[in-house]
């Protein structure tokens, strides 16, 4: 082969070997910025309206089409019910309550619904005084409240479904609509937070950083807001968004 030849045929090789190299760089993390990560196992703080999340939170997809991610995820739930017809980007899942009957999201078509993932041994637990006060406060107007119990961050949601139910309950006087124990991060997690998480509008998407984070959903299931762990749920930001969501039409 003559020089010419051979060195055409290398640039090829040269060529060929960069773009296999580019297409395994991991994606750079567009989650938005917010009250902080727990990265650390330390809980999330600060007031912004969105968490941030690591690099590579949402983990990446192998070629058989199974995910995979770093982070196992630490807790236990059903994550495993399949919904039928689901539209991208809308809360439309079928998901089980706590005393394991299930429910579909689609139900809840013409509510405001703030979807929040909670723990029995957290120190944001006193948190379900305020999403309780919010129930009591925008029930009749049309807000519903869901809690998702998750054993992710700390393993602080260890117990049964049983005992989760006897706790909010007899602690808190829980009333508002409770849920069996999910998994809201990790490889397996479970397809309502998948769509929480990475289906939502860019500005809400990224892994759930703590207990207690809160998405807001408008009367069509789709996310319209977001709010940090440590954001109140009773304080003026929330009720805000809240107040404008049952308003919309």
Not at 122 to 149: D, I, N, S
Not at 182 to 199: D, M, Q, S
Not at 214 to 233: H, M, Q, S
């Amino acid at each position: 082969m003559s020089v010419l030849g051979r060195t055409l045929c290398l640039s090829v090789l040269f060529s060929v070997a960069g773009c296999a190299k580019s297409s395994d760089a991991p994606a750079d993390d567009t989650s938005g910025a917010g009250s902080g990560s727990a990265g650390n196992g330390a809980e999330a703080s600060g007031s912004g309206a969105t968490e941030a999340s690591g690099s590579g939170a949402t983990g990446t997809v192998d070629g058989s089409g199974t995910e995979a991610s770093g982070d196992t995820g630490a807790g236990s739930g059903s994550g495993t019910l399949t919904e039928v017809g689901h539209m991208e980007g809308r809360i439309d899942h079928t998901v089980k309550r706590l005393d394991g009957t299930e429910t579909s999201l689609q139900d809840y078509r013409g509510k405001v619904m703030l979807v929040v993932n909670v723990a029995s041994e957290c120190g944001l637990t006193p948190q379900y005084e305020e999403l309780q006060a919010l129930h009591t406060a925008y029930e009749a107007r049309g807000l519903k409240v869901l809690g998702f119990p998750a054993n992710e961050f700390g393993s602080q949601e260890p117990g049964t479904s049983t005992e989760i139910a006897t706790f909010c309950s007899s602690r808190y006087g829980v009333t508002f609509d409770m849920f069996d124990k999910i998994v809201v991060k990790g490889v397996k997690i479970a397809p309502l937070y998948r769509t929480l998480t990475t289906e939502s509008p860019e500005a809400f998407q990224g892994e759930i950083a703590w207990n207690f984070a809160k998405f807001l959903v408008d009367k069509n299931g789709f996310v319209i807001n977001r709010f940090a762990p440590t954001t109140l749920p009773m304080s003026a930001e929330v009720t805000a968004a809240i107040e404008a969501a049952l308003t919309a039409p």
